[in-house]
């Protein structure tokens, strides 16, 4: 097999396949391979890694450490990531030695939003009305007026909201840059959001692609705070189309590995992608409970070039993300711990803590997911948790 060639079959054993990050997607991942009998290495500089933790071995290092890079791909079989923000230089590296799954090409698009932007637009995919704006003038130019209201995004290294803000009026956009760091960003039409749902595709070496179920989300602060599977507002047909656009977007991007990709649905019904994740998504961790195949499995599936098969939503689920903020009583700095018993009383009830000590306001510390037998059910005992841990209502 040449370098970075698709892998043969890995069977578990003593295969040891490896990571780039540290966190709880990592965390996941390395619990999936682990339960079929691989052993993971993972990559990742901070000490306190969710990942880390659960790993057989640890290579505590910058993602840049040419040698810890080196050591990973000698000591693994094939080589995923967690992090989309991993130097895509770094996978390059690797991959001059090992198979590594996503591709550091595609992972590279998924970094910049414009590049991601231009992706939507070649692959037909409908995306926001936007525009670069790289540099003072392109911050003072009448033409942008066209986009306002609009939100400005950096176009790398923004997540869960952050690196962005709205922008009213043409006057108030050299400002918003500045505050951004007047970095490269990109202006977005601020559009009339009916709901936001996400696919979640794996496309495996020899380019089939198989989808989890839609998953409607509602985030706030910018930040997912809900996913229910069934969408429970969104039409079958739409429901297709968003599979058929992710799946197009992952033969574009010669995509090995899963792909997230989030959309905005609009009141007409009609489909804006907003961003691609190249890797499991925060909006797909009720398939650990809910599917017979969960995103992580099929994670491990692409990498190590398993069977894939389409999993099958055996449960409806509502996952709740679990924020640091939950760790907090109002007007206390003193961190305590939620009340999991009552949480843990509803039927149903999937507990998911990431290994985090330390609670921090908007730093996600683990997830809950409920499942039932239908999604009026599933919702109404999510609520029922929401409300027993000061979650708002859905
Ligand atoms: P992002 O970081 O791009 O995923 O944006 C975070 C959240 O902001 C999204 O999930 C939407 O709720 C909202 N948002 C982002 N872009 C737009 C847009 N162009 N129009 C309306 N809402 C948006």
New binding site residues.
């Given amino acids: 097999m040449t370098a970075g060639a698709a892998p043969v079959p890995l069977w578990p054993g003593r295969t040891m396949l490896g990571v780039l990050g540290g966190g709880q997607l990592g965390r996941m991942f390395v619990h999936a391979a682990q339960a079929h009998g691989y052993r993971v290495t993972v990559l990742e500089p901070d000490v306190a890694s969710p990942a880390g933790a659960a790993a057989d071995a640890h290579l505590r290092a910058a993602y840049t450490d040419v040698a810890a890079l080196d050591a990973l791909a000698g000591g693994c079989a094939a080589v995923t990531t967690e992090f989309e923000n991993v130097p895509a230089s770094a996978l390059r590296r690797l991959a001059g030695a090992v198979p590594v799954s996503p591709p550091a090409d595609a992972v590279e698009v998924c970094q910049h ?1 414009l590049r991601e932007k231009r992706c939507f637009v070649d692959a037909g995919v409908p995306c ?1 009305p ?1 525009a670069s704006v790289a540099s003072a003038q392109e911050a003072a130019s009448p033409a942008m007026a066209a986009l306002l209201p ?2 400005l ?1 950096t176009a790398s290294l ?7 803000v709205a922008v009213a009026a043409l006057a108030d956009l050299p400002g918003a840059w500045a505050a951004l760091g007047g970095v490269p960003c990109v202006l ?6 009916h709901r ?1 749902i996400s696919v979640i595709v794996a496309r495996g070496h020899d380019g089939q692609v198989v989808h989890l179920p839609v998953q409607q ?1 509602l ?1 706030r602060e ?3 705070a809900v996913t229910q599977v069934p969408a429970p507002d969104i039409d079958p047909a739409t429901c297709g189309r968003a599979v058929e656009m992710a799946a197009s977007l992952a033969l574009a991007l010669h995509y090995v590995g899963v792909l997230c990709v ?1 959309f ?1 649905v609009l009141e007409d019904g009609s489909l ?1 992608a ?2 691609m994740a190249p890797r499991p998504h925060n909006s797909g961790h009720y398939s650990i409970d809910a599917c017979d195949v969960s995103q992580f499995d099929l994670q491990l599936r692409t990498l190590a070039g398993l069977p894939l098969v389409a999993p099958r939503l055996h449960s409806a689920a509502v996952m709740l993300n679990l924020l640091g903020d939950l760790w907090f009583s109002a007007g206390s700095a003193e961190p305590r711990s939620p009340d999991w018993p009552a949480v843990l009383r509803l039927p149903g009830a999937h507990l998911h803590l990431y290994g985090k000590t330390e609670p921090r306001r908007g730093r996600k510390m683990g997830h809950l997911t409920l499942t039932a037998v239908d999604a009026p059910a599933a919702r109404a005992v999510a609520l029922q948790a929401a409300a027993a841990l000061g979650l708002p209502a859905f």
């Fill in positions: 939003r926001a936007h609009g939100l995004k923004g997540y869960d909201g952050k690196g962005q977005e039409g601020r559009l009339a959001l936001e989300n985030h910018g930040i997912l989030e905005f804006v907003n961003e």
